[in-house]
Antibody, heavy 122, light 109 residues
Framework: EVQLLESGGALIQPGGSLRLSCAAS????????MTWVRQAPGKGLEWVSA????????YYADSVKGRFAVSRDNSKNTLYLQMNSLRAEDTAVYYC???????????????WGQGTLVTVSS | ESVLTQSPGTLSLSPGERATLSCRAS???????LAWYQQRPGQAPRLLIY???RRATGTPDRFSGSGSGTDFTLTISRLEPEDFAVYYC??????????FGQGTRVEIK
């Protein structure tokens, strides 16, 4: 059974930094591209960042570019999101999800974690 | 970047009725890169449909997806109590950003 378990969410002051982790099990993590998606309280889903299976390709939403950094440690089956210069508008539940690709002709997020809450407030 | 607009914002229906949800893109989306997700209260999203029309593992056959280009539809043929939730479409272009629609809430009438 595939499991994704996020951790690291906290109450943090504006301007602060936080690192989220996503521990994966039940899948071949080293061959799985991964992504982060967030959801502000009472709002919809917002794609945040993605990383290729090897870790060399990374992608970011404009809203977090230059402040967030995605990385992974395939030896530990763990995905990370380093968040710097946090703002109130970064307050959200952050989900990690596995990217499913079918031979390069389709893409979707087939497994999701339960999320971790980040609250940016003074 | 393709913007996805979902309609209606809220759909009020009774169990057993048919639900039709729309997702319109501002730019053409390859059908292979359009997915639908269900999110129940307090839960993470769950993949329902990928490639516009292919059911994900475990998705009941009362859910179907259709469409191409800029117009996509998710249909629930007969609503079950567990189907009352929020539904999101998402597009995957050749490169990110991969945008979500704002969601359609299906509520019990």
């Amino acid at each position: 059974e595939v499991q994704l378990l996020e951790s690291g969410g906290a109450l943090i002051q504006p301007g602060g930094s936080l690192r989220l982790s996503c521990a994966a099990s039940g899948l071949t993590f080293s061959t799985s591209p991964m992504t982060w998606v967030r959801q502000a309280p009472g709002k919809g889903l917002e794609w945040v960042s993605a990383i290729g299976a090897g870790g060399s390709s990374t992608y970011y939403a404009d809203s977090v570019k230059g402040r967030f950094a995605v990385s992974r440690d395939n030896s530990k089956n763990t995905l990370y999101l380093q968040m710097n210069s946090l703002r109130a508008e970064d307050t959200a539940v952050y989900y990690c999800a596995k990217i499913f690709e079918c031979g390069g002709s389709c893409r979707a997020l087939d497994y999701w974690g339960q999320g971790t809450l980040v609250t940016v407030s003074s | 970047e393709s913007v996805l607009t979902q309609s209606p914002g809220t759909l009020s229906l009774s169990p057993g009725e048919r639900a039709t949800l729309s997702c319109r893109a501002s730019q053409s989306v390859s059908s292979g890169y359009l997915a639908w997700y269900q999110q129940r209260p307090g839960q993470a999203p769950r993949l329902l449909i990928y490639s516009a029309s292919r059911r994900a593992t475990g998705t009941p056959d009362r859910f179907s997806g259709s469409g191409s280009g800029t117009d996509f539809t998710l249909t629930i043929s007969r609503l079950e109590p567990e189907d009352f939730a929020v539904y999101y479409c998402q597009q995957y272009g050749s490169s990110p950003p991969w945008t979500f629609g704002q969601g359609t809430r299906v509520e019990i009438k």
